[in-house]
């Protein structure tokens, strides 16, 4: 009967693992104050994504800084070759 040598965890075949996957890294936005008068600050906050090269997404946000009740705003923008997709968030 043939004796064997005790194992270790050292002499276990080792199977081949990819590391695990870890979420990307949230990127670190900046918002750019583009209009802050009249008790009304518009801010603006541009973001890449890797996956779209070329492509800038841009977070237009408006607070009102009083107590007065905005009406009337336009929002224009002039930029060449450019996408538009605007989405309204209430809140903050």
Known sequence: MPTSAPQSA???PQTAQSPPQQPP???RLTAYTAYEKNELKVTLTPQ????KPG????????????????????F???????RFFFSFLRGT
């Open 10 to 12: 050292f002499s276990l």
């Open 25 to 27: 890294q949230q990127q």
């Open 48 to 51: 890449t994504s890797p996956n």
């Open 55 to 74: 492509i800038v997404n841009v977070l237009a946000r408006f607070q009102v800084m009083g107590e007065n009740v905005v009406s009337g705003l336009s």
């Open 76 to 82: 224009q923008v002039a930029v060449p070759k450019v």
